[in-house]
RNA sequence: GGGUAGAUGCCCGAGUGGCUAAAGGGGGCAGACUGUAAAUCUGCUAGCGAAAGCUUACGUUGGUUCGAAUCCAUCUCUACCCA
């Protein structure tokens, strides 16, 4: 398989695996552009707690879309992609790669296949539907989209609402465009090109329980404490919650250590378990 | 030295004679997941076994009992109180 010059190259990888040091040699190799693809790294004021790349490691090669959006903001894996498109076509008009770098599967599976012709979630039917019991959703659901309520994890109530949500805003059943956008993505994942970072688990945690420490002696809190106006999905940040309870006095600094380490370790699992379905990532033991 | 409370699985913690391999939570492991995704949700978690089941487990040692994490005694350790 021959690539153009200027395909993007992916680099994923659990967080703290050390995404932003390869990007960084990938770049120097493919003449590349470093282009980000983490959910926090976009946002600006959460640089540290966020782990985004260091003043020094983006004066090496250009960076893009880091720090770019207000913490009020709400984004989501649509609104990214309207937001990278662009900044790639841009490099590549450059004659240069996008080298994608980032731990946000979701992101980075509507950059590599698309988004789904589905509707935008829509933040007022959201609050109405959050206001009605879990088993009433279901219900409603499956009145409206049977195949859709069968495949869903009905426990899951964000998924559940989503699902009612594509049935309400489209007045399609959400089954019926989903079928249709997975028949158009099969092929789609033999053009792409990237790896994946493999880290065994204990080097993994030791690399997550030394960046928390640093992170917190660096700066994090202070960067939490200024954070005045973020959107109720900055306040879900791992790091932020957390520092959140040690400035209001409700945790030891100690304890918000180890809260931080441990949801980082389960988010590191759970974006290996993404990842590990991304076939065509080839994986660089590190 | 005297008194009181306590010691439970990787951790915290419930259990006060059989329904207990031991609730619940945490942690860990595995998984799902196309517009909240650093989110949300699911399963498993003493050992061996496909299973039936067997073995080892509630600080120590001994005892009571058909049967003990649970009752009694002993010792060890921990916390607090009095000297």
Known sequence: MSHATT????????????????????????AGEIVNADAFQLYQGLEIVSAAPSPEERAQAPHHLYGVLDP???ADAGSYLRLVRPVMEAIQARGKTPVVTGGSGLYLKFLTHGPAPLPTGDATLRAELDAIPLEELVARLRALDPVEAERTALQNRRFVSRALEICLLSGQKASDLRDRWQSQTAQLAT???????????????ARIANRTRAMLDGGAIAEVAALTNASANCEKAI??????ALLAGEIARATC??????????????????????HWLQPVPR
């Open 7 to 30: 395909d993007p190259f992916y680099i994923c990888g659990p967080t703290a695996s050390g995404k932003s040091a390869m990007a960084l040699e990938i770049a120097a190799q493919l």
């Open 239 to 244: 790091g932020v919650r957390e520092i959140r």
């Open 72 to 74: 009020s903001v709400a």
């Open 191 to 205: 053009q792409l090109r990237g790896c994946i970072i493999q880290r065994t688990r204990p080097d993994l945690h």
């Open 257 to 278: 250590e180890n809260l931080i380490n441990a949801a980082t370790r389960q988010y590191a699992k759970r974006q290996e378990s993404w990842f590990r379905r991304e």
